[in-house]
């Protein structure tokens, strides 16, 4: 078996910790300010942070496709739920796992470069393809993006930056996690 029992509880648990803090912090985010996809933004570190250390732990390819899938789920399935929200998490899971499967070594240790790139990646690509299927399908994303195309520039040159930063920050957390005992 590819993922341990124990792999699969961790993963679990990131993935309800995950969406607990989607909705906490994203949800009321969207009530008060009546922002779309403000409360998203703001938890997108958040959750990156939380795939990254289950990633420090685990290190297998196909963690954060895993983790993700969950997301993706979860999201298709809540109540008031944006029908493209089931891709968004899934394909940034992909393109995270295979980045990783590409910068993996035999002993990997997540690094600051490394984990800072994957939390980059994972958290950019979800506003870039629910853009691209917005636009495909001809949803008011393409509207958007020519009515407020700097706020919208905003929007993902931010999730890339948020991205890097929660990257950084849950390597140097699982440094201290794994100096203490606490993951191995």
Request: charge should be positive; hydrophobic fraction near 55%; charged fraction near 10%.
């Amino acid at each position: 078996m590819y993922f341990t029992n124990k792999d699969l509880t961790l993963m679990g648990i990131i993935s309800a910790l995950g969406l607990g803090l989607g909705f906490l912090v994203g949800m009321p985010t969207r009530a008060i300010t009546g922002v779309p996809f403000l409360g998203s933004w703001i938890a997108g570190p958040l959750r990156v942070l939380l795939t990254l250390i289950a990633l420090a732990r685990i290190k297998k390819v196909g963690c954060v496709t895993c983790i993700e899938s969950i997301y993706s789920l979860a999201s298709f399935l809540k109540p008031g739920g944006f029908p493209l929200a089931f891709f968004a998490p899934l394909i940034g899971g992909v393109l995270t796992d295979l980045v990783f499967w590409l910068i993996k070594g035999k002993e990997f240790q997540l690094g600051l470069g490394q984990a800072a790139i994957l939390g980059g990646i994972l958290n950019f690509s979800k506003p870039v393809s629910a853009f691209a299927f917005m636009l495909i399908l001809g949803l008011p994303g393409q509207r958007m993006i020519q009515h407020h195309p700097l706020p919208m520039a905003g929007l993902l040159i931010g999730s890339l930056v948020l991205g890097i930063l929660a990257g950084a920050f849950g390597a140097k957390l699982a440094e201290e996690l794994r100096r203490i005992g606490l993951l191995a």
